[in-house]
């Protein structure tokens, strides 16, 4: 069967479906792609959701990943504000829409995604509740911020992982109250540990943030719709305006469950099981982005990653992988994050328990440094906090599963590639 015979179905409108309906394009495919997303705005990008669109420092088109117009430019069938409700894998068709509109596909992808978990409490049906996932919960939540801002107003977050923090750091930009209630003993302490949460404790303090560790929420509290405080499991009462849940992501698995398709278990993070060439056990059907648990050589785990540069590698490797191609999905996991004047990018992978000693090159405490999580002198991760152009040396050292000496690893003076073996 040739190319224009063949009909590719990628279900997911964010950074990984819509990188793998370019790649598709890229690499010559000439059949029938068709792009059903559940939203009605065109594929974008995450991360500006929480960092430079929520602080009012980018335009809103700024985080689409095409402009309107390309899609129709490079035929691609797009179908905004339509649910995928079913895959029927012995007919080969996908089910959306409310009208029962269906299409047969050769080869399917599912980009789904993750959806933020929720607050099992009292009082999340209040007006002034908020997650951030979508480009819609960005545009109300700076709306949000920027009336607490005006009005003195206070804004309690659950939940200080990094769209947390981020989040923070955008309220207090606004001028608004901010109290952050995390069950652990400093922030990120499932990425980063105890070694460096702290130095995210510090930062924020310095700008104002309130913390309440070791306490979850129990009840948010209003009156007439509108929320009034939030109170912990300690019993303590904050009295604020608006609540942001940040307790984390849950990958959206649903249809692929319905489906058939085998799910890791909670331990490694849950999501769609893939090989390494990001497809299921039913060789027609592949995922990539958030949903993904592919396995990684390199830490000799199933991993899930979901940050954005996941989406960005895994959608074109989906797409390379359903053309028949000689794929390996491997990339080491990155992130990045800005927080006032602090910038950060992390490469690795390093759970608390993992490693044996954090490695520190550079000046923490004027926080231009990089971190290295290290076990049996083996570099597990990195991170670059305000130094920059590092990313390919400490990408290698991770790579190259070695030991190395730690003592060079935490000199500045030693060149960080020069370790590389």
Known sequence: MVDADQTFVIVG??????????????????????LICDERDHPYERPPLSKGYLL??????SVFVQEPAWYARHDIELHLGQTVVAVDRAAKTVHYGDDGTHVRYDKLLLATGAEPRRLDIPGTDLAGVHHLRRLAHAERLKNVLTHLGRDNGHLVIAGAGWIGLEVAAAARSYGAEVTVVEPSATPLHGVLGPELGQLFTELHREHGVRFHFGARLTEIIGQDGMVLAARTDDGEEHPCHDVLAAIGAAPRVSLAEAAGLELADRAHGGGVIVDERLRTADPDIFAAGDVAAFPHALFGTRLRVEHWANALNGGPAAARAMLGRDVVHDRVPYFFSDQYDLGMEYSGWAPPGSYDQVVIRGDAGKREFIAFWVKEGRVL??????VWDVTDPIQAL??????????????PHVPLDTLVP
């Open 398 to 411: 991770i790579r190259a599963r070695t030991p190395v000496d730690t003592d060079a690893l935490a000199d």
């Open 13 to 34: 409108g964010g950074l990984a479906g819509a990188k793998a309906a370019e790649t598709l394009r890229a690499e010559g495919f000439s059949g029938r792609v068709i």
């Open 56 to 61: 009012g420092k980018d335009e809103r088109d």
């Open 381 to 386: 991760a990195g991170m670059n906090v305000n």
